[in-house]
C-alpha cells in the first residue's frame, strides 16, 4: 500500500461519527443526535458540551446519510426581498440568523429576489424539491401567495412580517402601528400641525399597518396628515426635500416620518442643499436601523428597529415550528424603541 493510500485509510477509520462525540462527552448516542439538531428539550449546558466537542474533533455531519435516515436536510432557507431599502438591512439579518444557527445542525441559505412573481417560483422550487426543512421569508404582503402556498402545503416556515390571512402562521413583526403613533405623537409634542408620511413599498402588510395608524394618530391629535407615495428613488427623495426647503413655511408640512434610513439620508441631502437642515423649520422622525445615520446626524428622533435580533428571533421561532410548536405559540410583535435626543 503507498503511503497516499495509507493515509487515506487512516483518515477514514478515523472519522468522527457521533459514537465518537457520545464516547468523548460520556453522553447518550441519542442525546448527542438531538444536541446536534439544536434540540430545544436538552439543558443548553448539554447542548454546548456536544456542539464544543463536535468542533474539537472536527466533526463533519453527513449531510446525505442525514437526509436517507431522517428526509431532513439541515437547511433552512432565506428567501429575502432583494430591492430592499434599510441600510445594512440584509448584513444585519443574516448575522442574526447565523447567530442563531451557531451550535445546530443546520445551515442557512440565501435567495435574494428582486421580482415578488419569482420569489413565489422560489418557494415552489422549495417545497417540490424539499431541499430545505424550513422558510424564513422578509417583505409578507397581505395576501401573500407565498405564505399561502407553505400554509397549504403544511411545510414549516415564518414570515418577517404578518399577512391579513385568518389561518394562523409563524411571524416575527415590528410592532408598525406603535413606530407611527410614537412618532405622530412626538411631532405633536413638538409643536408640529402638519406632518407628512414617506414610506416605501405599498404592496407589503407593514405599510397598511404603518399608514392606518398614522392616519388614526393624526385625526386624534387634531393634525393634518399627509401620506407621500410614489416618492422611492434617491433623486426622487432629494428633490421633494429641496422642495420643501424653498416653499412657504405655510406651504410644506412641519414635520416629517420616514420609514426608512436610506430615504431619510436622502431627504435631508435634498433640505440641506434648499439650506433647511432637519430641526430648522421642519421636524424629522426615521426608523433606525444601523448606527449610520445617527453618527451622521445625531441630533435627530428616530425609533430604533433591532434587525439583527430579529434575524435571531425568527430562526429560534422557525427551529421550534420544525419540532412541531403550534403556530400560535410563535407570533411575537417587537415594540420599537424611541431615541429622542
Not at 58 to 77: E, F, M, Q, S
Not at 115 to 120: E, F
Request: net charge neutral; with cysteine; proline share 4%.
Amino acid at each position: 500500500m503507498t503511503e497516499d493510500n495509507h493515509g487515506a485509510s487512516s483518515q477514514r477509520r478515523q472519522r468522527v461519527t457521533l459514537r465518537t462525540i457520545a464516547e468523548a462527552t460520556g453522553l447518550s448516542l441519542s442525546t448527542v443526535s438531538l444536541a446536534l439538531r439544536g434540540g430545544s428539550t436538552l439543558k443548553q449546558d448539554t447542548r454546548d458540551k456536544v456542539t464544543e466537542t463536535a468542533r474539537q474533533l472536527g466533526y463533519v455531519p453527513d449531510r446525505a446519510g442525514v437526509r436517507l435516515r431522517t428526509g431532513k436536510t439541515n437547511v433552512i432557507a432565506l428567501v429575502m426581498d432583494g430591492t430592499e431599502d434599510s441600510v445594512d438591512f440584509a448584513r444585519q439579518m443574516i448575522q442574526g440568523i447565523g447567530q442563531a444557527l451557531k451550535g445546530t445542525a443546520y445551515h442557512l441559505t440565501v435567495t435574494p429576489e428582486f421580482d415578488r412573481q419569482q420569489s413565489t417560483d422560489t418557494i415552489r422550487h422549495i417545497l417540490h424539491n424539499r431541499n430545505a426543512d424550513g422558510v424564513i421569508i422578509t417583505h409578507t404582503g397581505r395576501q401573500d401567495r407565498r405564505v399561502q402556498l407553505m400554509i397549504e402545503a403544511g411545510f414549516p416556515f415564518v414570515s418577517h412580517g404578518r399577512t391579513a390571512f385568518q389561518a394562523r402562521h409563524p411571524y416575527y413583526d415590528l410592532h408598525a402601528e406603535n413606530f407611527a403613533a410614537l412618532a405622530v405623537a412626538r411631532l405633536a409634542e413638538k409643536g408640529c400641525r402638519r406632518v407628512a408620511l414617506i414610506i416605501g413599498d405599498n404592496t407589503t402588510m407593514n405599510y397598511h399597518n404603518i399608514v392606518g395608524s398614522f392616519r388614526d394618530s393624526t385625526v386624534r391629535l387634531g393634525l393634518v396628515g399627509e401620506v407621500l407615495e410614489g416618492v422611492h428613488t434617491p433623486a426622487d427623495l432629494r428633490q421633494l426635500g429641496l422642495g420643501f426647503a424653498q416653499a412657504a413655511p405655510d406651504a410644506r408640512p412641519d414635520g416629517i416620518i420616514c420609514d426608512s434610513e436610506m430615504r431619510t439620508i436622502a431627504l435631508i441631502g435634498g433640505l440641506q442643499d434648499g439650506g433647511l437642515p432637519p430641526g430648522r423649520g421642519i421636524e424629522l422622525i426615521y426608523k433606525q436601523t444601523s448606527g449610520i445615520l445617527p453618527a451622521l446626524s445625531p441630533h435627530l428622533d428616530a425609533i430604533g428597529e433591532d434587525v439583527l435580533g430579529a434575524g435571531e428571533a425568527l430562526t429560534r421561532l422557525l427551529l421550534r415550528r420544525i419540532e412541531g410548536a403550534p403556530a400560535t405559540e410563535l407570533q411575537v410583535l417587537a415594540e420599537p424603541v424611541p431615541n429622542w435626543v
